[in-house]
């Protein structure tokens, strides 16, 4: 046994290993092109910003801001943070590089890491990778119900079954304070029943009481008043329509009356996905409308609506039967070492050509080759051996099937070159 490693990642920011960065790829892949199809064009924004980009949208009494940013003082005495969500930066990008100018609706996406100091837990990390959307410009209920959409479509693409959409409205942002004040008003009289934490965000940030756990503040929050009491008509109106699109469009969703996000921007239409595979950290991907995020951040005023889906737990729901087959490069098996220098050459030869190939350069024996190619599931090799080098051939062997065709060097390479046009 090996002795304990001197350094190891730090907690919560695991390394991630080449077969999920695999799975990565394709997920992002496929992200990638849907978004394509829907008109967005994706944006890259920096990991690190000045803390007040995220403090001002996400809002100061968040769990976020208050205790999970990793922020700290640069050289010239900057506050600077890692980012801890992307739709902050998307925002700030949009009005710095005056996107609004051309007045359309400016569709973007981002793929990344997100930093946030929480307690690590199966689903939650300390480095864990965002896809995010946003489409900045214009506030419409038709805007909602296609990101819902598209949403919905990424997920059956990635074969991913039995998740739950969940849709709630938070109203405009007048709609809301009126709710929290009489949310607060009668949480008042039941401080003494709640939890230590939501005790604290009855005064600081009153919704997220409605996101506790806890059983006995979801007892309290039973007789609670509920924000569709709250809306107003255009507000309502809205949310009617966005849930009439999506069930036109075949798109199943739930209303959760209690639903709310952890961060403070919202307004109008929120949603989550959930998926039994993700266990208490349930949430697959998240969003919704969040109309005056650009003027609070000294942009114009826009409406703006989005969402993020979490790679690390989409990796959680996939099913493994689900996911495109690795296939290995051919393997060259030289059955005499001195034969390694002839492979070299051949294998070179087929990766000019773009052939995914490979040698054995630690000098295994024919066998130990063998062993090799057979763990690794490659689906074709070639044999080299001494009588067939003489004569510039080699021997190519389909694994699958066990055919073999003796093959001059040059026809070999042309062989493997037509496979990959098939
Ligand atoms: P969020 O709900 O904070 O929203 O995060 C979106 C998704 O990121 C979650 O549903 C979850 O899948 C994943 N996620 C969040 N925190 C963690 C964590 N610690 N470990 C692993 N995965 C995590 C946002 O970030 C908004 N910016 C979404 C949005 C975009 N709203 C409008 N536009």
């Known amino acids: 046994m090996k002795e304990k490693p001197k350094y190891k990642s730090l907690k919560g920011m695991p390394d991630i290993l080449p077969e999920q960065m695999r799975i990565m790829r394709w997920v992002e892949k496929e992200a990638r092109s849907m978004f394509h199809l829907f008109g967005y064009s994706e944006i890259g924004t920096p990991l690190l910003e000045a803390t007040e980009v995220f403090a001002r949208s996400i809002g100061e009494n968040t769990d976020i801001v208050e205790k999970e940013m990793y922020s700290f003082v640069d050289r010239g005495g900057k506050h600077i943070s890692l980012r801890p969500e992307g739709t902050a930066s998307v925002i700030r990008s949009y009005i710095e590089q005056c996107f609004f100018e051309n007045k359309d609706l400016i569709k973007l996406f981002y793929t990344g890491p997100m930093f946030r100091g929480e307690r690590p837990q199966k689903g ?40 739950t959409v969940l849709v709630n409205s938070l109203g405009c942002s007048n709609d809301r304070k009126i709710f929290e004040k009489e949310l607060k008003k009668y949480l008042k009289t039941r401080k003494s029943d709640l939890c230590e934490n939501c005790q604290k965000r009855s005064e600081k940030n009153v919704l997220r009481v409605l996101d506790c756990k806890r059983e006995l503040c979801r007892k309290v929050m039973e007789k609670a008043p509920k924000i569709a009491s709250f809306l107003c008509d255009g507000c309502a109106e809205d949310f009617k329509t966005t849930r009439d699109i999506l069930a036109s469009l075949k798109v199943a969703y739930q209303v959760k009356e209690d639903l ?4 403070d921007y919202y307004t109008g239409v929120i949603f989550e996905v959930i998926h039994p595979a993700l266990g208490a950290q349930d949430a ?18 826009v409406g703006a609506s989005g969402y993020a889906l979490g790679m690390e737990r989409l990796l959680l729901a996939i099913d493994e039967k689900d996911l495109p087959e690795y296939v290995p490069g051919v393997l060259i098996v030289y059955i005499d070492k001195e034969l390694r220098k002839e492979a070299f050459e051949l294998a070179l030869k ?20 063998m062993r090799k190619a057979n763990r690794e599931k490659r689906p074709f090799i070639i044999l080299m051996g001494s009588e067939e080098v003489k004569q510039k051939k080699c021997l190519v062997k389909n694994m699958k099937t066990g055919e073999q065709e003796l093959l001059a060097f040059e026809k070999c390479v042309d062989f493997f070159g037509s496979l990959g046009q098939e």
Not at 130 to 146: K, N, R
Not at 350 to 369: A, N, P, V
Request: include cysteine.
């Open 124 to 163: 939650r990390l300390r480095q864990f990778h965002q896809i995010g959307v946003e489409a900045i410009g214009f506030s419409h209920p038709q805007i909602d119900a296609e990101l819902i959409f598209s949403l919905n479509q990424l997920l059956t693409k990635l074969k991913i079954s039995g998740f």
């Open 260 to 263: 709310v996000r952890g961060l």
């Open 284 to 301: 697959l991907a998240a969003g919704g409308r969040y109309d005056n995020l650009s003027v609070q951040m000294g942009g114009p005023e």
């Open 350 to 369: 087929l990766l000019s050509r773009d052939i995914g190939c490979e040698i054995d350069h630690s000098g295994r024996s024919f066998k130990g080759q």
